[in-house]
């Protein structure tokens, strides 16, 4: 898999000469990623692309805006552990991703140094201290990320506290490296069942690499969902999320949130007014099967409100 990380190296795919120069500004901020898996589903080389629009940086970040509105640095007092629900952790296990999606509720750990998570220590002790924790989520930066013996320690840790009943790993992998997948397979099913959250967003992204990464998942004993984010200009249509949700019904994948965009510093192009979001979801209801519609939800800081 070849990861481009400087706009430079897609440069001669972009006719307009304005907006590459304005990228390349933004990418000092908020630095550019993509796999070449994910950039050959790129048809246009345009911001009407749904694939280029989620990828391509847009002189629209360099807005004003809260970098971490609902507080999750600090929420406990080891950096890699989120706590912002009583009976659930979230272990942020790197800030690495296969790709940059420009309307990332974290982007702001883009400019960090590179980390992985590996104080296992720090995360049995806590979990110990706080057997209220029923539910652990694997999140990032992007877990698959790492290598599978990454999570074969991290889940025995896990395994040994009784207080903890469900593991999730939110992942978007099958999405932009379905690759990335396979070496975790063996492990993962060791563990069975954990979760699976993945992010499409568009059913350009369902194609047959990542149709085969989440049949393989499935199998090995990992059910997965599904966590969209309505975006403009991406998803916000009736036709778009309609062939998105069946497609991933199709693919045995439960569509399970579509999330209002957060109001992150540097996402304000991609939000879509919470109305639109709500009519979208009534026509859904009305028109699709019931296990085809996913939970609308807005994050705030005082957690998550599922919508209406
Ligand atoms: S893969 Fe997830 S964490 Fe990484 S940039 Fe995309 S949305 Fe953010």
Redesign the pocket.
Request: hydrophobic share 25%; aromatic share 16%.
């Given at each position: 898999m070849k990861i481009y990380t400087k706009i430079m190296e897609i440069g001669s795919f972009i006719k307009d000469e304005k907006i590459l120069r304005e990228a390349e500004r933004v990418e000092q901020i908020y630095p550019f990623r993509c796999t070449d898996y994910y950039l050959s589903l790129v048809e246009e080389f345009s911001s009407s692309d749904p694939i280029f629009r989620q990828i391509f940086p847009s002189f629209s970040e360099l807005d004003e805006g809260e970098e971490d509105p609902f507080g999750e640095d600090g929420s406990t007092e080891h950096p890699c552990l989120i706590r912002r629900y009583k009976d659930r952790l979230l272990v942020l296990s790197t800030n690495q991703?296969?790709?940059?999606?420009r309307?990332?509720?974290?982007?702001r750990k883009?400019r960090d140094a590179p980390f992985v998570f590996e104080d296992f220590g720090a995360l049995e002790r806590y979990l110990k201290k706080h057997p209220e924790i029923q539910d652990v989520l694997i999140?990032?930066?992007?877990p698959f990320w790492l290598p599978a013996s990454w999570f074969d320690e991290l889940l025995k840790v896990v395994g040994k506290i009784g207080s903890v009943r469900i593991v999730r790993i939110?992942t978007?992998s099958p999405v932009?490296a379905p690759e990335a997948v396979e070496d975790k397979l063996k492990v993962l099913s060791r563990h069975a069942p954990v979760w699976i959250n993945t992010?499409f967003n568009h059913p350009k992204e369902i194609t047959g690499e990542s149709r085969k990464a989440l049949l393989s998942l499935i199998k090995s004993g990992c059910p997965v969902n599904n966590q969209s984010v309505l975006l403009k200009g991406i998803n916000d249509s009736y036709e778009v999320l309609k062939e998105l949700l069946i497609s991933l019904l199709s693919t045995g994948v439960r569509p399970y949130y579509l999330f209002s965009c957060d109001p992150v510093r540097g996402t304000a192009h991609f939000r879509v007014p919470v109305e639109r979001g709500l009519s979208l979801i009534k026509r859904l209801r009305k028109e699709l099967s019931g296990m085809a519609v996913p939970h609308f939800a807005v994050d705030t800081p005082h957690g998550k409100r599922i919508l209406p």
């Open positions: 991703c296969f790709v940059h999606c309307f990332c509720t974290r982007k883009w999140s990032g930066g992007d939110g978007r932009v992010h």
